[in-house]
């Protein structure tokens, strides 16, 4: 379904020239995969190549079917336009009807008054469930998963999932998180990132057992926290 | 028991008056229904053992161990016949060993146990708890099954079935209906098919238009403010040195398509220079490029500047201060191809702020310089011939000038070349194209 072909790529990443991949030659053929590697930073970066959000340096990236957005991610979901002109876009975008798509996300989230005011004044969970319902409305052969799979025990996680699980049979995953369950839950193989080389093992459990998923080190909230509490916890507090 | 036992029994039983015969078994049975059930009192557990020690010899620990261990068979043989649950039978069993240990623990402390009313301590505090272990025991086997179902499905490839209450699973109904109606007519195509470009941009231009319209509306208004400063202050510098006339063009019209073009071309090359660069949240969506952003801002602001200069030709001609355009069609297409080189202008800057963020801190001074020799304010025949070259070097100098040729009936440049000017502005998008090429590939999604 993607196809990378002599893909070599070299971003700025956190102030350098990072080599993100090196002459890498892979098909991913459908499938659920889990994307793990000794570092989760670059993620984002490797997800950008493989969604063909941006062109590598060098090679290609072909896709075989319709690629989603990476869902989960604030991505385009930010600015002064409200949630509907968002709507209108992706609509345009994908071919699809504008009103069928406003009712099918406004019927799924939580707060569907929210649709009408600017994305920038939303709150978090506004964002990722817009993000995630938004995704259903175009037919992707392959979805893109950076973050959390809805987990909390709500009305939108229940539907969407729903309806994600019965949309996801017979297409393929890509999902990049830090909740290993979540991974081990909905993947069956690894999408391993190491030394700017992508490959493919059919053993997941050996492959999260090898790369632990963390916590992206350049998230807010992420190692820092912890390393904070863990230090609270060493001296006894 | 022996005889002595049975008898001391009878008599105590005697005593009292409303004794009727057989109901002290009541007190020793276990009531399976209560005894499996996580929210019940420890003490349909504890009344039955305490009632069958006060029956049974108890003075030594062998003879009470004796009584623990009939009603832990009994136990295990009521989970037998009642087939209960495993995580409430083992529930049982704890509660039981927890009662056996505070009862022992009090009656080798000497406390007076078969007295009315009797109950250890801490049997009420440490069966919350045993309770609230139970119940997470309970919560994780849940989580554990809901693991291993989601895990099967992902194996075989088949739809989790998710829980849902009856409101939610009507929704559900209307909600799948819907997916499956927008998927229907939403047939498998490639991202990069011919066509999908251009209707992006389209998108993207509406997008942009509902930002502005969403945003403020005053900056609509604000921007015929600008142009209307420029060409006040051309038109005043004109009208000081008491000039009515500039080889056949009045002042006014002229300093207002010298004002509203160039802050136009302006405004193009920074918009889309910027978007180009910071618009970075957009690119999110596939197919969405810089190159697109950068081009949906500069057709915005040459829709917006086209809109102003409708807006300030008709005022200005009904208050009879401005002459209406002899060519439209070319004045507008010099406009529109003022336009593009301002496009141009601004992906090039773009790109080379892509690489050295920095550089759009210059890029006013190079505008300002650029606006210097670009006919804004005087047109190259008003110089003498040996300054000409220094304003004709220009291509956007020609292009002003042939956009007020298009305008004015009694003006036509003699030293503009169109051939020079859309050389230019194709050089110029091939320069822009080329550094955005290279560009392309740092400009990440954000």
Redesign the interface.
Known sequence: MIHLNGVT?E???FGVRQPLLADVDLDIPAG?YALLSPTPELHR?VI?VL???????QGFVR????????IG??????????GL??I???C??????AQ??V??VA??VSDPQSLAR?MEHWPLYVRQEFSFALA????F?VYVIEGTIPFEPC?FT??W???F??????RTLVFSSYRQ?QL?????KGLVYERSALRIEDDLDRCIGKFPPRRSRDEPGGAGEESFGSDFTEVGI | MSNEDRIRGWRARRQDRNYAVGAGVGAWRLDPAALFDADSTPAVLFKPLLARLQGEPHDSVAARRAVYDAIQSELDEAVARHGADEEIADFSRRRLRLIVRLLEHDIRAGAAVFEPGYMPAKLAEEDRRLGAAHERRVQRRRLDEA?HA??H???N????????SGD?AA??A???D??R???A??P?????EGGAGL??L???F??QL??MH??SRFALVWALVGPVVLLTLISSLYFILGTRYIMGMDVLTFSLLGATTWIMFRQIVFRSSTAYVSAR????????TPLMCAAAQSLLYVSVYLAVFGVLIVAGNALDLVTLPDSVAGFVLYVVLMAACGAAVGVLFGAIATGWRFFLRVTPIIERFLQLFSSVFLVSEQLPGQFRPWVLWSPFAHGMQLLRSAYFDGYASQDASLSYFLVALVFLAVVALAAERLA???????
């Open positions: 790529d971003p700025y990443a659920r970066q950008d969604c063909g959000l941006r062109p590598p340096r896709h075989d079917g319709s690629v989603s957005w990476a991610r604030q991505g385009f979901i930010r600015g002064k336009a409200n002109s968002m209108q876009l992706v345009e975008r994908y071919e699809l009807d069928a798509t009712e099918l019927d799924l600017p259903l409305a175009p037919a052969d009305r229940r539907l999932l729903a309806l699980e019965e949309r996801l049979v017979g369950n081990a839950d909905y993947c069956l | 693991q989601r895990r499905a992902s194996r490839d088949i739809a989790l079935q998710i829980e849902l939610e929704d559900l209307v909600l799948r819907r997916m109606a927008l998927h007519g939403h498998p195509r490639h991202d990069d209707r992006t389209f998108a993207l509406v997008y509902r930002v969403g945003e949240g957009l690119l999110n969506l596939p197919g969405v392309r590939s740092h400009v990440q999604p954000m």
